[in-house]
């Protein structure tokens, strides 16, 4: 087993964890989660328009269609009035952006939204990897803090995390981390992260299945490991360490 800090290395006092391919097999996210939110997009903004939420998301996805336009990008076309034509624009707009698995915010606020829906109709139940509960318990009986880190708003993390299989999972979850920290790929959204905490980065453990993301926390300062939850994938080398389930960290 690994352990959680190597020797020559700082006390590890926070685990951040991402969460597709991580803590949640990326399965449920790509087809279950991102399924629904495609699926009733359209019919949720014509039956959630009063929703000062929805509002809001529905003004992000407008403002983010004017810098894809500028940016030449040739988004589909966004009519303003009358309102029901408006709404119409920003399905057809929130598909396109999720065809390109975009990160924009307006849309991950309008997906936790749906998805939050989902679950509370039972329709959805959050999923995680059954060696996640355990790795939680452990940690928390050493005292570390557990934190999530994921593109998917904290509203949609936190309605994944509470209704798993397991249970409600969430009590033991310190601090959920979205987009608005920054992009996953950026150092400086790591050390937001940490300032945030109150802790200096190399007291954080990093999971995430991503090496992008893990050499953006490495730049950061934090502490990295790669996580490989295929049995069948071919580790190609690097500055990480690598680990195939979350028990392999003691």
């Known amino acids: 087993m690994c352990p959680l800090t190597p020797s020559e290395s700082p006390a590890i006092k926070i685990i ?6 991580t803590t949640t097999p990326v399965d449920f996210v790509f087809r279950t989660l991102f399924g629904y939110a495609r699926n009733n997009l359209s019919v949720f903004l014509h039956k959630a328009l009063d929703m000062p939420e929805v509002r809001a998301c529905i003004a992000g996805l407008k403002a983010q269609h004017t ?4 940016d030449g990008k040739a988004p589909p076309e966004w ?4 309102p029901e034509l408006e709404i119409d624009s ?3 707009y929130g598909l396109w952006l999720m065809d390109r ?3 924009a915010g307006a849309l ?7 998805w939050q829906e989902g679950y509370r109709s039972g329709t959805l139940r959050g999923e995680v990897y059954p060696d996640v509960p355990p790795a939680f318990d452990r940690w928390r009986r050493k005292g570390l803090e557990i934190s999530i880190y994921s593109s998917g708003s904290t509203l949609a993390q936190r309605m994944l995390f509470s209704s798993t299989e397991f249970g409600d999972l969430t009590p033991n979850i310190k601090s959920f981390f979205d987009a608005r920290a920054g992009a996953k790929r950026s150092s400086e959204s790591y050390d937001k992260i940490a300032l945030v905490s109150g802790s200096p980065t190399n007291q954080f453990l990093f999971l995430s299945d991503t090496v992008e993301e893990l050499d953006a926390a490495r730049s950061a300062g934090m502490q990295t490991a790669l ?3 295929s049995p069948n994938a071919v580790i190609a080398p690097t500055q990480h360490r690598t680990i195939k389930s979350l028990d392999d960290l003691d």
């Not at 951040?16 to 391919?21: A, F, H, P, T, V």
């Not at 810098?67 to 500028?70: H, I, L, N, T």
């Not at 009519?79 to 009358?82: E, I, L």
């Open 79 to 82: 009519r303003v009035a009358p």
């Open 108 to 114: 991950k606020s309008l997906q936790g939204l749906i």
């Open 90 to 92: 920003a399905a057809r």
């Open 16 to 21: 951040l964890l991402d969460i597709e391919g």
């Open 101 to 103: 698995d975009s990160k």
């Open 67 to 70: 810098v894809d336009e500028e």
């Open 227 to 229: 996580v490989v939850r």
